[in-house]
C-alpha cells in the first residue's frame, strides 16, 4: 500500500481545478518524490494554457456571486473548512512531512496554523471596518468602505506547502474574492488534498464553482499570473528573485502584488541573555525544518564576554541532533527537499571555507540506511567575519554563520548590514537593550523579538519583512485590507451643492 493510500487523505490526484470540477491536466506530467525516501508518491497533472484559461473564467463568474454574500456567511463558510481541517490534521500534517520533508510535529503545526487562520478569518468576516470623517461642507457625510478585488493569485513555496496558502486564501474569501493557487511542483499533492478538503466544503454550502481554484505546473503558470490583467492582486512567497520577476510583471499592468520573499535573519546574544533560553531558540531556528523556513536563523551575533562559552554549548547541542525520517517523531532534523538543495547546502559550505570561514561542527551529506534519498545533510556552523559575501546572500539550508560583537549599536548594524529583512531577534535580560532593538533605531527588519528566536511567527501578528524580504504583509493585524479597495463616499443629505474648499461656481 503506498503513503496515499495508508493516510486516505487523496482521493483525486488531479492537480487542475476550479473546486469540485477537476480538469484533465493537459500539460506535461510531474512527479512529486518524497525527500525522505527517494519514492515516487505520485505524478500529478499540469495546466494547459487553455485549462489555464478556463480557470480564470470560472474564477471571474464566481467573483460576481461571491461579492455579493454577506461577510458573516463567508465567515461561516470558512469556519466549516476550519473544522474540515481539524478532522484531517492528523493525515495531513502526514502528508505535508512526507512530501516536503519537515518532522511531523512541524507537519501537524503547519495544519494547525491553517485552523488558527480560519478562526481568525471568521472573527474578521464581522470587522471589516471603515471610517466615518466630517465634511467641511454642510449637510454632507463622509466615509470609507471596502470592497474585494476579485481574483487573488496565490503563489506559494515548498517549504510551508499549505499554510501560507490559507494565510492568503481565507483572509481573502471572507473579504469577497476568489483565489487561484499556483502550488510549489516541489510539493503540489498536499495542495491537492487542500483543493479537496475547501471543494467539499463549498459544496455543501453551495458556493459557486470557481472561488477556490487549483493550477499545478512549472514557473510559466506562476508567470502567467504576474502578467494576468484580470489577476488585481498577486500574492508570491518564494526567493527574492522570484518576487522581483512577478512584481516587475505586476506592476508594469498596475496590478498589486504581496511578496514574501527571502530571509537572513539574526539572533543576537547578549552578555545578559539567559544563555539556556537563548540556546533552545538558536537551535530550533537554525536546524528546525532543516534551514529551510524564510524565517530560520541563519546569523548568530554573540557578545565576546560569553562567545566562547556559548559556542562550545552550540557545539554540544548540535551533537545530540538527531537526523532522520520526519515521520519518526524522535528525530529532531528531516531531509532538504532534493538533491538540488543539497547541492546548494555543499556550495554554500565551499564559499564559506574559501572566504575564510572556520567551521566548528561540520556539515556533510549523511549516507547508509536511512539515508537513501540523498537529501540528508547535518546542521553546521561556522566562525566567519558579517562581511562575508556568502553572509550575506541566503542558503536555504542548516548552516549557522557565528560572529563575535563588543556593543549593542555594533550588533545592530552587523545584524542590519544585509539585503533582507525578515526576522530578527535579541537574547537578553536587560530592559534597555531590549527596548533599543526594538526602536527606530534597532532592527530594520519586519519581525523583532525579545528572548524568542527568529522563527515561529503567530497568525495573529502581521507577517512579512522589509527590503528584498518584499514588504508584504499576510496573516493577522489589518493585512487584510491588502486583499480590498478602498473608497471614499460622500453623502449630500441637503439641498444645496456647496464645493469643497470654498470654491464658488455660481450658474
Known amino acids: 500500500m503506498n503513503f496515499l493510500q495508508e493516510t486516505g487523505i487523496l482521493t483525486e490526484q488531479s492537480g487542475v481545478s476550479t473546486g469540485s470540477r477537476r480538469l484533465t491536466g493537459e500539460g506535461a506530467n510531474f512527479a512529486s518524490h518524497s525527500p525522505v525516501d527517494g519514492k515516487l508518491i505520485a505524478s500529478v497533472a499540469s495546466a494547459s494554457r487553455a485549462e489555464y484559461e478556463q480557470v480564470i473564467k470560472s474564477a471571474e463568474a464566481a467573483f460576481k456571486q461571491w461579492r455579493q454574500v454577506p461577510a458573516p456567511r463567508r465567515g461561516e463558510v470558512v469556519r466549516q473548512i476550519g473544522d474540515a481541517l481539524r478532522e484531517k490534521k492528523q493525515a495531513l500534517g502526514m502528508l505535508v512531512s512526507y512530501e516536503m520533508g519537515k518532522s511531523l510535529q512541524e507537519g501537524l503545526g503547519e495544519v494547525q496554523e491553517m485552523i488558527d487562520i480560519c478562526d481568525f478569518a471568521v472573527g474578521l468576516s464581522r470587522q471589516l471596518y471603515g471610517l466615518t470623517m466630517h465634511s467641511e461642507r454642510p449637510q454632507h457625510r463622509m ?257 549557522l554563520y557565528i560572529m563575535p560583537y563588543a556593543t549593542l549599536d555594533e550588533a545592530i548594524a552587523i545584524q542590519n548590514n544585509v539585503p533582507q529583512g525578515l526576522s530578527s531577534a535579541i537574547m537578553t535580560l536587560n530592559l534597555r537593550e531590549a527596548e533599543l532593538f526594538l526602536s527606530a533605531a534597532g532592527s530594520d527588519c519586519g519581525i523583532a523579538n525579545v528572548n524568542i528566536g527568529t522563527s515561529g511567527a503567530e497568525i495573529g501578528g502581521a507577517f512579512g519583512g522589509e527590503k528584498e524580504t518584499g514588504g508584504g504583509r499576510e496573516s493577522g493585524s489589518d493585512a487584510w485590507k491588502a486583499y480590498m479597495r478602498r473608497q471614499t463616499n460622500t453623502i449630500n443629505y441637503g439641498n444645496r451643492l456647496p464645493l469643497a474648499q470654498g470654491i464658488k461656481f455660481d450658474l
Open 143 to 399: 466615509y470609507e468602505q471596502w470592497h474585494p478585488l476579485g481574483i487573488v493569485g496565490v503563489i506559494s513555496a515548498f517549504n510551508f506547502p499549505v499554510a501560507v496558502w490559507s494565510w492568503n486564501a481565507m483572509i481573502a474569501w471572507v473579504c469577497g474574492n476568489v483565489c487561484v493557487w499556483k502550488p510549489s511542483e516541489k510539493a503540489p499533492l498536499s495542495a491537492v488534498a487542500c483543493q479537496q478538503i475547501a471543494a467539499e466544503v463549498f459544496a455543501k454550502n453551495d458556493v459557486p464553482e470557481g472561488v477556490s481554484c487549483l493550477v499545478t505546473g512549472g514557473r510559466e503558470i506562476g508567470a502567467w499570473l504576474a502578467e494576468d490583467v484580470r489577476v488585481p492582486l498577486v500574492s508570491a512567497t518564494g526567493s527574492s528573485r522570484m518576487g522581483q520577476s512577478v512584481a516587475t510583471a505586476v506592476a508594469a499592468r498596475f496590478g498589486r502584488s504581496l511578496l514574501e520573499l527571502g530571509g537572513n535573519n539574526a539572533v543576537i546574544i547578549s552578555k545578559d541573555a539567559d544563555l539556556e533560553m537563548a540556546l533552545v531558540g538558536t537551535v530550533f531556528g537554525a536546524a528546525g525544518t532543516a534551514g529551510q523556513r524564510c524565517t530560520t536563523t541563519r546569523r548568530l551575533i554573540i557578545h565576546k564576554e560569553v562567545y566562547e562559552r556559548f559556542r562550545d554549548k552550540l557545539k554540544k547541542a548540535y551533537g545530540q541532533l538527531r537526523i532522520g525520517n520526519p515521520l519518526d517523531e524522535q528525530n529532531h532534523v528531516g531531509p532538504l527537499i532534493d538533491k538540488g538543495a543539497v547541492e546548494a547546502y555543499l556550495q554554500a559550505i565551499a564559499a564559506c571555507k574559501a572566504q575564510g570561514g572556520r567551521f566548528v561542527v561540520d556539515g556533510g551529506v549523511l549516507e547508509g540506511p536511512g539515508y537513501e534519498s540523498g537529501c540528508y545533510v547535518k546542521p553546521c556552523i561556522a566562525e566567519v567575519e558579517p562581511g562575508f559575501p556568502i553572509v550575506q546572500t541566503e542558503t536555504f539550508a542548516p548552516i
